[in-house]
């Protein structure tokens, strides 16, 4: 336990808490192992940024082979755009005309952007304010695969596709979905069936959609637990995982990584020891993402993120600005003793934090703000 409670430091300084820190050479690691996963299927990459929400790690993920990144945004869109990314997909049904005209602008600027659909209205609306801004705009349709999210009904796929087809300004030149870790309908922890099953269903929808005369390019699925096994699929064209890239506590428990290989770590300090077999620490809901909660099967995660080097510890309860871990009594924690966090899920994590440091292999942390970070239109 003792190394865990040795403090980074920047700038000669010890850090402030709390704070994100990234490992930039096991960013490196993960970003080549998934690139290595799938290539042997012959899928195209396109990492979701939402994940780390930096131009920089895109880029780096563009250079190990990803053909371009998605994003759930516009305004993320416009940040990677205007950082020379040039293949985006907006993996999300875009309606307010307003961001559309946003769309078609950057699709104007040379940037190959793909939106997604999943109703004839918004459909429609793309379809408006291309003709009017002189733009064709590439869409995606969305089917909906289980999670009862967005996307249309897969039995409604063909009829909707020949109808987006018939509106000027679109070119619909694939379909896409998200369905998370599910099998027959249930969360799983069997990442690989539920790969192959999203894999399958989507290969299945795009032959109908081939078959009624509607030309299909990109079947695009896939989370990072199951876009290696969702890649073996023949008809499956794109995955499109995201949290690989830094890895969190949820991706150890699906069994796609260890938490040696958890590029990110949440800093904090104790500020107070009340009792014995409990700490209380500077970061709360304000700094670790709470949307993916303990106790709830499949993941069954004890606590909000896993204590490096304290299997015994746990991270049990939050408010805005307290986090409340209970800790064995003869532990040696003290007011003042920095500790390290891999948080449940790092995704919305980050998107809680202005900036981030990078902690390259030379030692030194560099701060760098979340560009992307906060971009809710």
């Known amino acids: 336990m003792n190394d865990n409670l040795k403090a980074d430091l920047y700038d000669g300084r010890e850090l402030e808490t709390p704070c994100l820190v990234i490992n930039s050479k ?6 080549a192992a998934m ?15 939402k994940t780390h929400k930096l131009p920089e790690m895109a880029a780096r993920q563009l250079a190990a ?56 209205e918004g459909a429609e609306r793309i379809s408006e304010v291309a003709v009017r801004e002189g733009a064709e705009l590439e869409v995606r349709l969305e089917l909906d695969t289980g999670l009862k999210r967005t996307g249309a009904a897969i039995g409604t796929a063909v009829q909707l596709a020949k109808q987006i087809t018939e509106l000027a300004g679109i070119k619909l030149s694939g379909i896409f979905t ?56 023949e008809g499956v064209t794109e995955v499109r995982p ?20 958890c590029a990110g770590a949440v800093h904090v300090t104790v500020v107070s020891r009340p009792s014995p077999n409990l700490i209380i620490v500077d970061g709360g809901s304000k700094t670790f993402a709470t949307d993916v909660q303990p106790g709830h099967a499949p993941l069954n995660l004890k606590g909000f993120g896993h204590v490096i080097g304290d299997a015994d510890a746990v991270l049990e309860r939050m408010n805005e600005e307290h986090g409340m871990i209970h800790v064995l009594p003869e532990s040696p924690y003290k007011v ?25 292999e030379t030692g030194v942390l560099r701060k760098t703000s979340v560009a992307a970070r906060g971009m809710l239109e």
């Open 35 to 49: 690139a290595e996963k799938v290539k042997p299927f012959g899928v195209k990459l396109r990492p979701h940024a």
């Open 336 to 360: 003042g003793d920095i500790i390290r966090i891999i948080p449940n899920h790092i995704c919305s994590t980050v998107n809680l934090h202005n900036f981030v440091y990078i902690k390259e």
């Open 178 to 233: 998200y369905r998370g870790t599910m099998v027959a309908g249930a969360s799983t922890l069997d990442v690989r069936a539920a790969g192959l099953e999203e894999g399958r269903l989507m290969a299945d929808a795009a032959a109908e959609l081939r078959n009624a005369g509607i030309a299909i390019q990109d079947v695009s699925v896939g989370s990072s637990p199951t876009s290696v096994a969702a890649a073996e699929v």
């Open 26 to 31: 096991l960013v490196d690691a993960n970003i």
């Open 65 to 120: 082979g990803a053909i371009g990144i998605t994003v759930a945004k516009i305004s993320e869109a416009e940040v990677m755009a205007g950082s020379g990314i040039r293949d985006i997909f907006v993996a999300y049904p875009i309606i307010a005309k307003s961001k559309i005209e946003r769309a078609a602008r950057l699709s104007l600027s040379g940037i190959r952007l793909i939106i997604g659909v999943d109703s004839l």
């Open 242 to 261: 995201g949290t690989y890239i830094y890895q969190d506590r949820m991706q150890t428990v699906f069994g796609i990584t260890t938490l040696e290989e």
